[in-house]
């Protein structure tokens, strides 16, 4: 995949007021064009300036007059982000000052930077590999303090340096058993040790995936969807959960007619939090949309928090209800709220069996069993000590494991049950493909720009 020749500039930083606004500039024209609209106080042109030495320089329009002042970087390829020539102008930070450098800029010759293209030049260069400009955005979208810890391992390319390692013992494995085809008369010896290398492989992604949700949920966060009938107590513990008075709680049943949601976080997991309108019959236009909205809400959540009304017991819709999620296979918490009020001891029983074992009495009043919710729900994501183990950051890096790691499995299949070499070898490069898949040695055009889309402009 080829680096497109032409340069491109954006602004950097957010939009609105601030201290200072960076707009950069990036090709094999950027020193020529940025020294259009740049001065510097030396007089010297900006060519001539050391790599990344910070200078002072005026910002001027066509007419030479001044538009602003600026500290102006230059970095030279290969040492810069993209790996071209790029140029820094660190001016003032109101919004028109750093769109009218950005236009002198493009009336120079630029062209407006594309979401991500930045990011995306570095990767094309070989600054970064893929899996590293996919950590770039995570770590400016970090959500949590662990979410940050984990982008930060990512573009450090710790992911990437064990793709690494697991390639070089696939490709010595893989000439192993090329061996063989080549010259089956010889008793290749070196077969044994590529089949130990093989499994050792299999068994470090196979445990990397294990960690594969608590990957996913630090970069996206947990949906968790409060669901139950009316006046089951589900706003008063979302307020509780979130530690704040976010949703209306009256004693009329149906208050909550839409989806509300709010992120928090719980023992380091960044959650989105929904609450729903109540599940029932109802002949009420508004409200039955609210149903039909709680219901698609909790299809579509990673868990499910169904809440017991504690003052009423057990119902036949909420047995329904909660056997329809575990047949279902979905996470799924139930809660019996007003614990305070009623805490209905003598159900307990009757909700280990339905839930097996996953429940909580809880009161938003008292805060009991609240603690117990988040460590419930965040139990699904992240066992002891698995915090600061390496993760993967994306679903596209989680199929590319996966894959990678059933062509692995399916190598030792062949290779236990007798099949020729030729099988293993296939099976062996179907996994490296994977690999490659992931650090971006091997991908489409599609994949970059959905990766990319999701970057803005100036970045």
């Known amino acids: 995949m080829k680096m497109k020749d032409d340069t491109i500039a954006a602004i950097a930083t957010p939009p609105g007021t601030g201290g200072i606004s960076i707009v950069r500039v990036s090709g094999p024209d950027a020193l020529k064009i940025a020294g259009q609209a740049v001065r510097l106080r030396?007089?010297?042109?900006?060519?001539?300036?050391?790599?990344?030495?910070?200078?002072?320089?005026?910002?001027?329009?066509?007419?030479?007059?001044?538009?602003?002042?600026?500290?102006?970087?230059?970095?030279?390829?290969?040492?810069?982000?993209?790996?071209?020539d790029v140029v820094e102008i660190q001016c003032h930070g109101g919004r028109?000052?750093?769109?009218?450098?950005?236009?002198?800029?493009?009336?120079?010759?630029?062209?407006?930077?594309?979401?991500?293209?930045?990011?995306?030049?570095?990767?094309?260069?070989?600054?970064?590999?893929?899996e590293e400009a996919e950590a770039v955005l995570e770590l400016v979208e970090a959500p949590t303090e662990y979410s940050l810890s984990q982008a930060?391992?990512?573009?450090?390319?710790?992911?990437?340096?064990?793709?690494?390692?697991?390639?070089?013992?696939?490709?010595?494995?893989?000439?192993?058993?090329?061996?063989?085809?080549?010259?089956?008369?010889?008793?290749?010896?070196?077969?044994?040790?590529?089949?130990?290398?093989?499994?050792?492989?299999?068994?470090?992604?196979?445990?990397?995936?294990?960690?594969?949700?608590?990957g996913l949920a630090l970069v996206n966060g947990i949906e968790v969807c409060l669901v139950g009938p009316p006046?089951?107590?589900?706003?008063?513990?979302?307020?509780?959960?979130?530690?704040?008075?976010?949703?209306i709680v009256t004693e009329v049943p149906g208050t909550t007619r839409d989806v509300l949601r709010e992120r928090t976080e719980w023992n380091g997991l960044p959650v989105i939090l929904l609450d729903t309108a109540g599940l029932r019959e109802t002949s009420d236009i508004v409200e039955m949309i609210g149903v039909e909205r709680a219901e698609k809400a909790a299809s579509e959540s990673e868990v499910i928090v169904y809440v017991v009304d504690g003052a009423v017991g057990l119902t036949g819709a909420d047995r329904s209800w909660i056997e329809k999620w575990r047949k279902e296979g979905r996470r799924l918490l139930v809660v019996v709220s007003k614990a305070d009020v009623s805490p209905r001891k003598a159900e307990e029983e009757e909700l280990r069996k339905l839930t097996h074992g996953s429940f909580v009495l809880a009161s938003a009043k008292t805060g009991e069993g609240l603690e117990e919710i988040k460590t419930k729900v965040t139990g699904w994501f992240s066992r002891g000590g698995e915090m600061d183990l390496l993760v993967p950051g994306s679903a596209r890096q989680v199929d590319c494991l996966r894959r990678a790691s059933s062509s692995l499995g399916e190598a030792l299949s062949a290779q236990a049950e007798g099949w020729t070499e030729d099988v293993v070898v296939?099976?062996?490069?179907?996994?490296?493909?994977?690999?490659?898949?992931l650090t971006g040695k091997n991908v489409s055009e599609e994949t970059l720009e959905q990766i990319f889309s999701r970057f803005c402009v100036g970045k």
């Not at 009336?107 to 990767?123: I, K, L, Q, S, V």
């Not at 006046?231 to 949703?247: D, P, Q, W």
């Not at 296939?426 to 898949?437: G, N, V």
């Open 42 to 84: 030396s007089g010297k042109p900006l060519a001539s300036l050391k790599p990344w030495a910070a200078r002072l320089a005026s910002v001027v329009d066509a007419r030479g007059a001044q538009v602003d002042e600026a500290l102006v970087v230059v970095m030279k390829s290969p040492r810069s982000y993209t790996g071209e």
């Open 231 to 247: 006046n089951a107590g589900k706003s008063s513990l979302f307020n509780a959960l979130l530690s704040a008075e976010r949703a």
């Open 426 to 437: 296939i099976c062996l490069e179907e996994a490296l493909r994977a690999l490659s898949e």
């Open 152 to 214: 930060a391992k990512r573009l450090r390319g710790e992911l990437g340096q064990r793709v690494r390692e697991w390639e070089e013992s696939l490709y010595s494995a893989l000439a192993a058993y090329q061996a063989g085809i080549d010259f089956p008369e010889d008793v290749d010896p070196g077969l044994e040790r590529a089949t130990r290398e093989i499994e050792r492989v299999h068994r470090e992604i196979a445990a990397l995936l294990e960690r594969a949700p608590l």
């Open 96 to 130: 028109l000052v750093s769109e009218k450098v950005l236009a002198l800029l493009l009336e120079a010759g630029a062209r407006p930077a594309e979401p991500g293209e930045f990011t995306r030049r570095a990767f094309l260069s070989g600054r970064i590999t893929l």
